[in-house]
C-alpha cells in the first residue's frame, strides 16, 4: 500500500523517505521561496495520495526543519492541509535529534545526559568493592554504549570534532571504569583496554564504517580494523605506561576466555592503588619511600617485584611459573591458565590488603596526617550522664592551624568542645583498655580530653556517627581514608 506514496510522481528537487508510518520529505533548493513552495507541492501531493487510500494525516504533528549553512536563522512555513507549520531549530526523527546546521551537538547531549543516568543507575549495582564480576559488569556498561551509539552513522561526521563527544566519552569512560573497578585517575588509554571496550570514537567510526558497508557481512573484518586503529593508539600514546609494559598487545587481552579483573588486580595491573607514590602523587602522603626497603619508590613495581615485604607471597608465583616472574611476563603468565589467572589474583588480594594495613597502621603512629577529623560522641560519665560531645582530632603539621571552638596543641592530642552537658567537673570514661579524661579548660566552654596520657590513637575514639570536616588540604585524605578503609568504624564505649 505504502509503495503507492514512494512511487509518487514528485517535483524534482523532493525525496520522499518513509519508516513504519512516519513519512519524511526532503526538498533541496537554492532559495526560500523555491523551498517552500517545492514543499507545499510535495505535502499536497503525499496528502491526496493517503486520502485516496484512505487515510488520514494528522496535519497538526508535521515538523518542519530548515537545513542551511547561512549565518541568518531563517525560517520558513509550509502547509499541511489547514495548518501552517514553521521550522523549528531542531527535531527528532526515529530517535536522532537534527539541528538546523547538522552539528548534532543538541543530539549527543540529550543521549549524554540520557546515558549519564543510565550511567549513574548502573554505578549503584557495580560497587568497586564487592558486586558483580567483571565480565557481567561490561555487559550493563554495554548498554551505556548502545544508548551513546544509536544513530552514530548519521552524526558520525559531526563526531569528528572533539568537543561534541567529549562528555559522551567521559560517560562512557566512567562505565568503562567500573568494568574493572578502577580508580578514576586512570588514564582514558588504560581504561579501555582493562576493560576490554575500545574507545568511543572508533566505536563510531566502526558503526558508520559498518552502514556503508552494509550489504556484506564484515563485521569481524571491520571489528579487527577498529582493534587496530586502537592497538596503534595504545602504543603511541604517553599515558597508562604501567598497564602498557603489562598488556602491550590488546587482541590476547581481549579475547581471552577466563579472568575476571577485581578491585585488588587491578590495583597491580594499574599502579593506581595503596602505593606511597601514587598516594603522594595525589597529595594523600607526604614521602613516596618504602618505609622497609632504603632509599626505593614504594610504587606498583616495587611492592609486587621487588620489596621483601611480600617475598612469601610471591614465592608462590615463582614456584608455578618455575623462576623470578618480571612486570613484562607477568600477564601472559595469568593468560596462559585460569589457574595462573587465579594465583596472580589472590597474590595482588593479600599484597593490596597487607598494604593496606600497614599504610594505615602507619598513618596511626607517624603523627604526621595533615588533617582535621571532626568527630561526634555520647560520652557516659561515671555517674551515668550521657553527653554528647564534639572531638577534634589534630595532628602534626595541623597544630599550627586552628579555629574557633579548639584549642591548639603541638603534642597531638584530642581538643574537644562541649557542646551539650553542663558537667563542670572532670569526666573519666573508658573506651576499650583506655581512661579518657575530659577536663574543663580555662577558656571559655573548651575542655581537654587526655587519654591514658601520651597514647593517642584515633581508633580508640572514634565513634559511630563520625563526619569528617575539611581542612585545607584534608578533604582528599578523609575520603581516601573512607574510601579504602570502610571497615575502620570502632564504637566508643557508651
Ligand atoms: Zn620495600
Redesign the pocket.
Known amino acids: 500500500m505504502y509503495d503507492r506514496i514512494l512511487r509518487l510522481e514528485l517535483p524534482r528537487p523532493a525525496k520522499i523517505v518513509g519508516f513504519a508510518d512516519d513519512i519524511a520529505i526532503t526538498v533541496v533548493a537554492k532559495h526560500l521561496d523555491l523551498v517552500e513552495f517545492y514543499s507545499n507541492e510535495t505535502i499536497r501531493l503525499v496528502r491526496a495520495a493517503l486520502t485516496e487510500l484512505g487515510l488520514q494525516t494528522a496535519d497538526q504533528k508535521n515538523e518542519v526543519l530548515l537545513v542551511t549553512s547561512r549565518k541568518v536563522t531563517e525560517t520558513i512555513t509550509v502547509r499541511a492541509g489547514g495548518h501552517y507549520i514553521t521550522s523549528a531549530p531542531c527535531i527528532r526523527y526515529l530517535g536522532v535529534h537534527i539541528d538546523a546546521r547538522l552539528r548534532f551537538e543538541e543530539h549527543l547531549r540529550i543521549v549524554s545526559d540520557k546515558a549519564n543516568r543510565v550511567a549513574g543507575a548502573l554505578l549503584g549495582l557495580m560497587p568497586n568493592i564487592g558486586g558483580p564480576r567483571s565480565s557481567r559488569r561490561r555487559l550493563y556498561a554495554n548498554v551505556v554504549d548502545l544508548i551513546l551509539l544509536y544513530g552514530a552513522l548519521a552524526w558520525s561526521e559531526a563526531a569528528k570534532k572533539q568537543s561534541y563527544t567529549r562528555r559522551a566519552a567521559s560517560i562512557h569512560r566512567r562505565a568503562c571504569l567500573r568494568v574493572f573497578c578502577g580508580f578514576c585517575s586512570i588514564s582514558h588509554e588504560a581504561t579501555y583496554v582493562l576493560a576490554s571496550i575500545p574507545p568511543l570514537t572508533l566505536l563510531i567510526d566502526e558503526r558508520s564504517r559498518l552502514y556503508s558497508r552494509r550489504l556484506e557481512s564484515v563485521g569481524s573484518e571491520e571489528r579487527a580494523k577498529t582493534i587496530e586503529e586502537w592497538q596503534a593508539q595504545w602504543t603511541r600514546s604517553r599515558k597508562g605506561r604501567w598497564t602498557h609494559r603489562l598488556i602491550p598487545n590488546i587482541t590476547p587481552w581481549i579475547e581471552r576466555r577466563h579472568g575476571e579483573v577485581d578491585y585488588h588486580l587491578t590495583q597491580l595491573l594499574t599502579g593506581h592503588g595503596c602505593f606511597r607514590s601514587y598516594l603522594c602523587w595525589s597529595n594523600n602522603d607526604t614521602s613516596d619511600l618504602?618505609p622497609?626497603?632504603p632509599a626505593?619508590v614504594?610504587d606498583v613495581e616495587?611492592?609486587a617485584f621487588?620489596?621483601?615485604?611480600f617475598t612469601e607471597e610471591r614465592e608462590v608465583l615463582h614456584r608455578l611459573f618455575g623462576g623470578p616472574l618480571e612486570p613484562e611476563m607477568l600477564v601472559g603468565f595469568m593468560l596462559e591458565t585460569e589457574s595462573n589467572w587465579l594465583a596472580v589474583s589472590t597474590f595482588a588480594h593479600s599484597v593490596m590488603t597487607r598494604l593496606r594495613g600497614a599504610k594505615r597502621g602507619q598513618e596511626e603512629d607517624d603523627r604526621m596526617m595533615r588533617y582535621k577529623v571532626c568527630r561526634r560522641a555520647w560520652v557516659r560519665s561515671p555517674l551515668g550522664e550521657f553527653s554528647r560531645f564534639v572531638f577534634f582530632a589534630w595532628c602534626g603539621r595541623a597544630c599550627a592551624r586552628g579555629g574557633a571552638g579548639t584549642t591548639q596543641k603541638e603534642d597531638p592530642g584530642y581538643v574537644i568542645s562541649l557542646r551539650s552537658g553542663k558537667k563542670k567537673n572532670p569526666i573519666t570514661v573508658r573506651a576499650g583498655s583506655d581512661r579518657i579524661t575530659i577536663s574543663r579548660s580555662p577558656r571559655r566552654g573548651l575542655t581537654k580530653l587526655a587519654i591514658d596520657g601520651a597514647q593517642h590513637s584515633h581508633d580508640e575514639v572514634r565513634s559511630e556517627n563520625h563526619t569528617h570536616k575539611r581542612a585545607p588540604d584534608a578533604g582528599a585524605k578523609a575520603q581516601l581514608e573512607r574510601m579504602m578503609v570502610p571497615e575502620a568504624r570502632t564504637t566508643l564505649t557508651r
Open positions: 618504602c622497609v626497603c626505593a614504594e616495587h611492592v621487588r620489596c621483601p615485604r
